[in-house]
C-alpha cells in the first residue's frame, strides 16, 4: 500500500470537517439572529428571571408628558413614552431585574431615566424588600409610529442565553 492513500483520506477528512463546522456555525447564527427574540406570555401571566426575581405586568399607557415631583418632562418630538407599572417579588437584597420593551421585528428599547426623577414608584428592583411583592414603574421613550405596535415587556437577564426570553403583557382590567 502506497503512503499516498492514507494522506488523501487524512485530507479529505479535514475538508470535510471544515464543511461541517461552516455548516454548524450557520445554522446557530440563523437560529438565534432570525427566530422570535421572545415568547409572549398570556395577558397578567408572571414570570421568573434566571436572579428568581418574580415580574408581573400590571399596566401600560402611553403619554407625551410624565409629570414627577419636581418636574413635567416632555417626549422628544415624534416620540412617545410608555409607562408600564409592574409588580416585583425578589428573593434576596441586592436583586436586578432587567427588562427592556420589545416591539414588531424584534425592535427593543431600553428604559429611560429622563422623566423618572421624583415619580413615586421605583423602577429599580435592588432597592425592593426581599419576598415582598412590590410595585414599581419603569418608562421608556420610543417612537410615536411603534406605540401601536408593541409586544411587551422582555426580560433580559436570563440564565441561558439560547432560550427566547419571556415577554409579559398587562393583564385584562377587572
Do not use: N
Request: proline share 7%.
Amino acid at each position: 500500500m502506497s503512503r499516498r492513500g492514507p494522506r488523501a483520506w487524512l485530507g479529505l477528512w479535514i475538508v470535510l470537517m471544515l464543511c461541517a463546522t461552516y455548516i454548524a456555525g450557520w445554522v446557530f447564527y440563523a437560529t438565534m439572529h432570525q427566530t422570535a427574540v421572545g415568547v409572549q406570555l398570556p395577558p397578567g401571566v408572571s414570570a421568573v428571571t434566571g436572579d428568581g426575581v418574580e415580574i408581573r405586568i400590571l399596566a401600560m399607557h402611553q403619554s407625551r408628558e410624565v409629570s414627577g415631583e419636581y418636574a413635567t418632562k416632555s417626549a422628544s418630538p415624534g416620540a412617545t413614552f410608555i409607562i408600564t407599572t409592574f409588580e416585583a417579588t425578589v428573593p434576596e437584597p441586592e436583586s436586578f431585574c432587567h427588562m427592556e420593551l420589545l416591539g414588531r421585528d424584534g425592535k427593543k428599547w431600553e428604559y429611560t431615566t429622563k422623566a423618572s426623577v421624583g415619580r413615586p414608584a421605583s423602577f429599580s428592583c435592588h432597592e425592593f424588600a426581599p419576598g415582598v411583592p412590590t410595585r414599581g414603574e419603569i418608562m421608556f421613550e420610543i417612537p410615536q409610529t411603534e406605540a401601536d405596535h408593541l409586544m411587551g415587556i422582555r426580560l433580559t437577564f436570563e440564565t441561558d442565553r439560547l432560550y427566547r426570553s419571556k415577554v409579559l403583557r398587562p393583564g385584562e382590567p377587572r
